[in-house]
């Protein structure tokens, strides 16, 4: 028995790290037509296993099952179910009402309704959903590294192909990846000058707020073009996100943001004064809201002033908002880095933003483990990472060295 309790988090994180190996090597030469085949190969068998790294996507099904009996989801928590789905949702959340927008409610609610309560076609329907967010990033990615002079094929590879998406966008089934998707297609759309641009932000706010960011930039981008219909588009955009908020729910789910920062984020900077004196996190979230809202406002008066270009606001303005706020998960991590990653792809800004991905990609391990077991895990996958680099490097080294 003992012998299992350690195999599992060895295998599973050395598994993790040798697809983490696999993406930093095709990173040095990244394959401009099979970047989207090697996502495929690398995603799909993702698709059919549970959840992976995080049970959030049963507190999905759950608020949509409480939709669909006429629940409020933004006042009820998964517990008033008492269905086996109750069981699969954290305790943590167990009595916590739903921090997402009205869009994704009525999307959970639709999961509910097709799914009739079976918890495996829920799931799978969950992960398509995210899927179709993923379709939408790889649409708008290319587009806009290519207004910024970037090389398609790189913004591919760093800000789809890498470690992050495959864990959590597809594992995971995280909702993120569908306002990710959304944002990156309603700002290129923006960009481009089409009408839909905005209705596509605002449907990605109405998903998770923090897509706001997005409708910032895309709001300055507009009215430095024609002032006064970009500032109507973006009044306009903003009272259809009150309207949608209110339609789906009234504004329950504006009081129900900071439900997941109930439980202490260890990742999160504003939180880490708080674990030496629990007085302080109150202290640290004021903090860090403040310095994310004044970082986000200097960044657009630099874009109005043309200093910067907008999609590396964007990126820099969602990595503010992530630094700044009162959670930090791994897949938050997306919000800033894919839309960077059109913009960043090559000098130490690159070194960093990969080296940051690296990281997060190992730092939740597959299992709950803790002790010996979890540090030997992570020992052996370091050494498989490091022994199939070092060979994939020489080989790579000589495949385009001249015969």
Known sequence: MAHGVFTVPAVGLTGMAVVMTAWLLLGSRPPSRRTLWTLALWGTPLLFVPPFLSGDIYSYLAQGELARR????????????????????????????????????????????????????????????????????????????????????????????????????????????????????????VLAGSAWGMPLLCLAANVKVTAIVAVAVAGVELVKRRPVVGALTTLGTLAAITALASWGGGFGWVRTLTTSSSVPSWLAPTNWAGFADGSLFGVGKAIGAVLAVLAVAVLLWWQWRGRLSSPLVLGAGMAAVIVGGPVVQPWYLLWAVVPLATVIHAGRARTILVSVIAVFALVLPPVRDTGGNLALGYLIAVTAAATIGISGKKKLTNSFRPH
């Open 70 to 189: 006429g629940f409020d989801p933004y006042t009820t928590g998964p517990a008033a179910l008492d269905t086996p789905l109750t069981s699969l949702v954290s305790p943590f959340w167990q009595r916590t009402p739903s921090p997402y927008g009205p869009v994704f409610t009525l999307i959970e609610r639709l999961i509910a309704t097709v799914s009739g309560g079976n918890v495996h076609i829920g799931v799978t329907l969950c992960r398509l959903v995210a899927v179709g967010g993923i379709g939408l990033m790889i649409w708008a990615v290319p587009r806009l590294a290519e207004r910024v002079g970037t090389p398609a094929e790189h913004a591919l590879w760093l800000g789809v192909l890498n470690p992050l998406v495959l864990w959590h966008f597809i594992g995971g089934g995280h909702n993120d990846a569908l306002m990710v998707g959304l944002v990156l297609a309603g700002f290129e759309l």
